[in-house]
């Protein structure tokens, strides 16, 4: 019975360890490096490797000490300004001692010897986030979550939130609340954003004059943040 049930227990955490490994289902490429463009495409941050089947193997380096001071002076900003930019009182948030050197890594590319720009990367809860991600002005949001890599010199907490607001008409404003409760470590993070709610709004059309369009648009968005791979994350792949 002991032996059973070990076996049973063995079984699960095999099976878990599994279901856990990244992988972009149905992946059509050949086996090739994963990078960050972060700090340009002369620069780029290898960050592990994708195979022939789609399973993404992540080794992010502890540090940047490879790239040069005054390319990371280029790219990298305050922190207010990488977490908070879509806040209408982005710099109103942080004080001076606590407003640290960040940069959002940006995409996450898939790089080979014959097309350094062989792919892109996106993590989503559900694909139908991708359209919305790729175009948020043209495109329908949807209750879920994207995430962002977000690399930081030092240790930073936050806990508040804000409002992000945007003219629509000029009556009428586009209105998303944001609500963060991050712990980040110096070095690379995910930062989950989670569309909790949406709200359909009238907006001009961008084709013609005097016409109107529906669009939904995140009413709603919490932050969290974690220093090891979200489970939940549906990896998926655009190609070049």
């Not at 790089?111 to 792919?119: A, E, F, M, T, V």
């Not at 809860?125 to 495109?139: I, M």
């Not at 949406?198 to 016409?211: D, G, L």
């Amino acid at each position: 019975m002991k032996k059973s049930m070990l076996y049973f227990m063995l079984f699960i955490l095999n099976h878990s360890l599994v279901q856990s490994q990244p992988i972009i289902r149905d992946y059509p490429l050949k086996a090739m490096n994963v990078v960050l463009n972060t700090f340009g495409t002369d620069s780029p941050i290898p960050i592990g490797t994708i195979s022939d089947s789609g399973e993404l193997d992540f080794k992010f380096p502890k540090d940047l000490n490879f790239i040069s001071d005054a390319t990371k002076a280029n790219y990298m900003s305050d922190t207010a300004y990488t977490l908070f930019s879509k806040c209408d009182n982005s710099y109103d948030l942080l004080s001076e001692d606590k407003n640290v050197k960040a940069v959002n890594a940006g995409y996450i590319s898939l790089n080979s010897k014959d097309n350094p720009y062989s792919g892109l990367i996106f993590m989503v809860t559900d694909k139908a986030l991708v359209p919305w991600l790729e175009d948020t002005f043209s495109n329908n949001a949807i209750i879920g979550s994207y995430f962002e890599l977000v690399y930081i010199e030092s240790d930073f907490n936050y806990q508040g939130e804000c409002t992000s607001t945007i003219a629509n008409t000029e009556k009428d404003n586009i209105v998303t609340s944001y609500s963060y409760n991050i712990q980040l470590k110096a070095g690379f993070n995910f930062v989950e954003y989670k569309i909790e709610n949406v709200a359909e709004y009238t907006i001009p059309s961008m084709y013609e004059e005097n016409v109107f369009d529906k669009i939904i648009k995140p009413l709603k968005i919490t932050v969290t943040s974690s220093q090891s791979i979200p489970s939940d994350i549906v990896w998926t792949g655009k190609y070049f």
